[in-house]
């Protein structure tokens, strides 16, 4: 009986679904995202994410998807600032770290396309203080190519303990420290990521333009797209807005508060702020370009040759363009970057064959929001938001919780899990959102008479005996249910 009763438990860990039907969530869907389908999905990921959220311990995070050009849906969770009990919005500004590398990108192709600079050009052809010891002489020169495409071999950093004790250098501690430096590698030999070669092409940019790198990028990018809360230089009058960020929890469950860093002189690699609502500009620039065509602040062909892979990695799961990162997988490919500051994890990607853009921006070094990880948002968006919209112009007939059921959904605990009820994919089901990918665990449920459903075989080949077994509620004198019935066991409802 033990056995069993441990068996069961583990079945409903594997396909149980547990939702936060509260806490704090602002935000708004538009658009294409009014579709059953999609909502139901989105209804999936807000689930997902607070549930996440609660068991991690993790502040806050802000959320865009555009599609079409459009931002259809934007959403904050959690807090920008915990102390104050501030709420994480999509008008919330976050550190966004090496998404600057973007940026600094377009701005070195300005140049290239204004004839001020070539892309094999030696990079000393521009910058007279180059002067980093060569360890490789049979190498190649090092280029502004090399530096776009982290093929240059040089270190990640310039000699400076700056991540640790955030005392980021500044300019002329750059290029004292450089004549002391070495190439690691020859260049053109591995991709080495290297924020020291971003560094460097920001001084390129100020050096040809006769401007600070803060001034060209607010002035010549930013102020183009409409970008009207992002900077390079962070203005103190919009601090209010800035989210507090984070350290990973620890052990006792505790976390650090960052107080604000500036990048100084590293600010072509890591210094720009943004918020979502900007970078929802950004991005549907981006897709405006590259399927309309044009000459916004770069030519559309400039913008696909930078979008293009010009350095693969390993077996070509990831590559590098100029500047934008490339993560190839079966479904699609991912263009974008992402972005690791004290206390910020950011990520921005679009799927170009798809015309959509993923933001996704958190205020905490152990949030997973790169594409890849194990618990990665941006990973659950396109797996599951995405395909709802692109097939929501296909759909002819959709499906719809029927009005009764409603009550049903919700959180309900056992000591084993939490389990969630809900609508999704036009089928009641249970999932368990405190896992990688609740969708794998979906079992579905097929409705018998009222308030009671039977556990489904569908999409399942293995299970610890659920199925067949009825699923019940039972409803208080509030008329809200108070248990649910799960074979014999049961389950209470809970909220975050």
């Known amino acids: 009986m033990i056995m069993n009763m441990k068996r069961f438990g583990f079945y409903l860990f594997l396909c149980s679904l547990l939702t936060v039907t509260s806490g704090r969530v602002l935000g708004e869907r538009k658009g294409v995202g009014l579709h059953p389908q999609v909502g139901q999905n989105l209804d999936l990921l807000e689930v ?17 998807i555009v599609h079409d050009q459009e931002l ?21 500004l976050y550190r966004i770290a ?15 396309d204004q004839g001020k600079l070539q892309l094999d050009d030696p990079v000393k052809k521009h910058l007279s203080g180059f002067n980093i010891a060569i360890t490789h002489p049979e190498a190649h020169q090092v280029t502004i190519r090399h530096l776009l495409t982290h093929s240059s071999g040089l270190p990640r950093e310039p000699v400076s303990a700056h991540w640790v004790d955030f005392d980021f250098p500044s300019r002329d501690e750059v290029f004292a420290r450089l004549g002391r430096q ?32 803060s001034d060209y990028v607010e002035n010549n990018i930013m102020a ?3 970008m009207d809360d992002s900077s390079v230089v962070f203005p103190g009058e919009a601090k209010s807005r800035l989210a507090v960020g984070y350290g990973r929890r620890m052990p006792d469950g505790t976390r650090e508060a960052f ?8 600010a072509a690699a890591t210094g720009v702020t943004s918020s979502i609502n900007d970078m929802a500009k950004f ?17 559309a062909r400039t913008l696909k040759e930078m979008q293009r892979p010009h350095w693969l990695v390993g077996d070509w799961k990831h590559g590098r363009g100029l500047g934008f990162g490339v993560v190839h997988t079966s479904e699609r490919d991912l263009i974008g970057h992402s972005g690791g500051y004290p206390g910020y994890r950011t990520a921005t990607n679009i799927s170009s064959r798809e015309d959509i853009g993923v933001i996704v921006f958190a205020n905490s070094l152990d949030s997973e929001v790169y594409p890849g990880s194990s618990w990665s948002i941006t990973d659950r968006i396109f797996d599951w938001v995405v395909p709802a919209i692109n097939g929501a112009k296909e759909v002819k007939e959709t499906q719809h919780i029927k009005p009764e059921w409603k009550p049903l959904v919700g959180t309900y605990r056992m000591v084993w899990q939490d389990s969630h009820v809900m609508f999704l ?9 405190n896992s990688p990918n609740p969708k794998k665990s979906i079992t579905l449920l097929d409705h018998i008479s009222e308030n009671t459903f039977k556990i489904s075989r569908k999409f399942r080949t293995f299970d610890y005996g659920a199925v067949g077994e009825t699923v019940s509620f039972e409803f208080g004198p509030d008329k809200k249910v108070n248990r649910i019935n799960i074979g014999a066991l049961y389950a209470e409802p809970v909220e975050f």
């Open 259 to 266: 107080p604000f860093i500036d990048a100084r002189a590293m």
């Open 182 to 213: 070495q190439t690691i590698l020859p260049s053109e030999s591995l991709f080495k990521y290297s924020n020291l070669a971003y560094n460097l092409l920001g001084e390129v940019i100020a050096q040809k333009t006769k401007q600070s790198f």
């Open 72 to 92: 259809i849906y934007s959403k904050g969770f959690g807090f920008a600032d915990i102390k104050e009990k501030k709420p994480a919005t999509p008008e919330t």
């Open 425 to 433: 994919d036009g089928q009641m089901c249970l999932l368990n959102p």
């Open 98 to 112: 090496s998404h600057s590398k973007l940026f600094t990108a377009i701005g070195i192709m300005q140049l290239r």
């Open 224 to 226: 183009h797209l409409g």
């Open 48 to 64: 997902w994410i607070k549930a996440r959220m609660a068991y991690a311990g993790l502040p806050g995070l802000s959320i865009g």
């Open 283 to 299: 991005v549907s620039w981006q897709l405006q370009l590259r399927n309309k065509g044009g000459k916004k602040l770069i030519e």
